[in-house]
């Protein structure tokens, strides 16, 4: 069993004329917290977009656990991202219409889970991360930092084996910001889940094991680091 769990080898990625990604080639260790920085246009959204299996690559592998993904068919991959990926973006993107304990339990149900199996498995992350007032809330009344709480119970409560975060803190102030991040990586650490964490900012990067820099569309990576 590789020492890694999800790799990027050597991925281009172009929007028409624009070369997102040019030659970028990243390793993630089993359990570990990545940050993948740079500046803004520099091709870290897009290479997390990658990992996850979201954005399909136009040269290069992708692999997660033994198994090449870019070359996957869709059905596979939207089941590999459904069973296996939990992700949060700036702003959580929540059904606003659901409730904050509706939408927890949403990858549950989509999962085919039975609804009162998916709603017991989801309350308890309402009260891991405080919100246990506030389950019956519409989600689109709550505060920002409440709001991404919520995101990120959901993309934890189905266990995911990688956590993909882009900008999570992006959208909130200092202090709400660092509350997310210590809730992010103690849930992580908790369950084991490897974490991919795209941030400009040095403050959300701190909380990472480990750190990638993107530049120019390839990955530049810290001496610590191996790439296979
Ligand atoms: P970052 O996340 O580091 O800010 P991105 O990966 O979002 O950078 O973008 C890298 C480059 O690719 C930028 O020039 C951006 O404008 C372009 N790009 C990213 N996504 C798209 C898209 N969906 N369509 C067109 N261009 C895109
Ligand atoms: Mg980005």
């Known amino acids: 069993m590789s020492?890694?769990?999800?790799?990027?080898?050597?991925?281009?990625?172009?929007?028409?004329?624009?070369?997102?990604?040019?030659?970028?080639?990243?390793?993630?260790?089993?359990?570990?917290?990545?940050?993948?920085?740079?500046?803004?246009?520099?091709?870290?959204?897009?290479?997390l977009h990658c990992l996850a299996g979201i954005y399909t690559p136009n040269q290069g592998e992708v692999w997660f656990d033994g198994t090449r993904v870019d070359t996957l068919g869709e059905t596979k991959r939207t089941e590999l991202r459904r069973d296996a990926f939990g992700f949060v973006f700036q702003f959580g993107q929540l059904v606003p219409e659901l409730t904050a304990l509706d939408n927890v339990a949403l990858p549950l149900l989509l999962a085919k889970q039975p609804r009162r199996q998916a709603y017991a498995q989801a309350a308890p992350w309402l009260e891991r991360l405080g919100l246990e007032e506030h389950g019956d809330h519409r989600s689109g009344e709550l505060s920002?930092?409440?709001?991404?709480?919520v995101a990120l119970a959901r993309a934890l409560v189905h266990k995911p084996r990688v956590l993909f975060a882009d900008e999570p803190t992006g959208a909130l102030d200092t202090l709400t910001g660092e509350t997310v991040m210590n809730l992010l990586v103690t849930a992580a650490r908790e369950e084991g889940t490897t974490v991919v964490l795209v941030t400009h900012d040095v403050r959300v990067a701190a909380y990472a094991d480990r750190?990638?820099?993107?530049?120019?569309?390839?990955?530049?990576?810290?001496?610590?680091s191996a790439v296979a």
Do not use: N, Y
Request: without cysteine; hydrophobic residues 35%.
């Open 3 to 47: 020492e890694f769990i999800l790799e990027a080898r050597d991925v281009h990625r172009a929007f028409g004329q624009t070369q997102a990604l040019r030659g970028a080639s990243v390793a993630v260790r089993r359990g570990e917290i990545l940050s993948i920085m740079g500046p803004s246009g520099s091709g870290k959204s897009t290479l």
């Open 211 to 224: 750190e990638v820099v993107v530049r120019d569309g390839r990955a530049v990576t810290t001496p610590s």
């Open 144 to 149: 920002g930092g409440q709001a991404q709480r």
